[in-house]
């Protein structure tokens, strides 16, 4: 069974810092990797997502790596802002359908 | 587009009484999925549609829960009846041909559940 983890569980970086933050999954089979980010009473907003034949997608100021042989995916944000303090999780598709196994997420805060 | 619409927002209801969570997907959409988040667990997938056909219900925890997708635009997750550690929040989202298409899967606001 696919596990995904996230480490660590919480970060907190001063404003102005890179955030590198780490995703692992047991089963290197997976067919593509989302990554999302979750405001607290909020849904999931989905940053980037990953095919599984690509290494690496870029939006702005976020950068995810994708590394299927090693089971790790990486979401890199630069120069970090109070606003980007939320909950950022890793999702693995598991199957050719699209059903999605979730990591527990990395709580982000960056202080002013 | 509006995105995934989810009702209600929030719901506090007793031990035994029937929940209904409701969805609208967005249009075009082919694929709906409930997902449900608590502390404990995290998020765990219940129930996925794919051309309002249900899938792969092997996440719904108990026979108390139940869920319908009667066309493309609405789908409802029922739960009776219901009980406090039902406790949570249920996301509903949609994709048009996600897995293997490497289409983004978009995710609702979310319903909160309490179970008293």
């Known amino acids: 069974k696919q596990e995904v983890t996230q480490i660590p569980a919480a970060l907190s970086v001063p404003e102005g810092e890179n955030l590198v933050l780490n995703c692992s999954f047991t089963?290197?089979?997976?067919?593509?990797l989302q990554w999302f980010r979750q405001d607290p009473g909020k849904g999931l907003t989905s940053l980037l997502l990953?095919?599984?034949?690509?290494r690496e997608q870029t939006s702005g100021r976020l950068n995810a790596s994708l590394d299927k042989s090693s089971g790790r995916s990486t979401l890199y944000i630069a120069a970090s802002q109070p606003g980007d303090s939320a909950t950022y999780l890793c999702?693995?598709?598991?199957?050719?359908?699209?059903?999605?196994?979730f990591g527990a997420g990395t709580q982000v805060v960056v202080t002013p | 587009d509006a995105g995934v619409i989810q009702s209600p927002r929030h719901e506090v209801t007793e031990m035994g009484q029937e929940v209904t969570l409701r969805c609208k997907p967005i249009?075009?959409?082919?694929?709906l999925f409930w997902y449900r988040q608590t502390m404990m667990r995290g998020l765990e997938l219940l129930i996925y549609?794919?051309?309002?056909?249900?899938?792969?219900d092997s996440g719904m925890p108990e026979d108390r829960f139940s869920a319908k997708m009667p066309n493309a635009s609405f789908s409802t997750l029922k739960i009776q009846p219901s009980e406090p550690r039902d406790s949570a929040v249920y996301f509903c989202?949609?994709?048009?041909?996600?897995?293997?298409?490497?289409?983004?899967?978009?995710f609702g606001e979310g319903s909160w559940l309490t179970v008293v």
């Open positions: 989202a949609s994709s048009f041909r996600p897995g293997a298409q490497g289409n983004t899967i978009y």
């Open positions: 089963d290197s089979a997976i067919y593509n």
């Open positions: 990953i095919q599984s034949s690509q």
């Open positions: 999702a693995v598709f598991a199957d050719s359908w699209g059903k999605l196994q």
């Open positions: 249009s075009g959409h082919d694929y």
């Open positions: 549609f794919n051309n309002n056909v249900p899938i792969d």
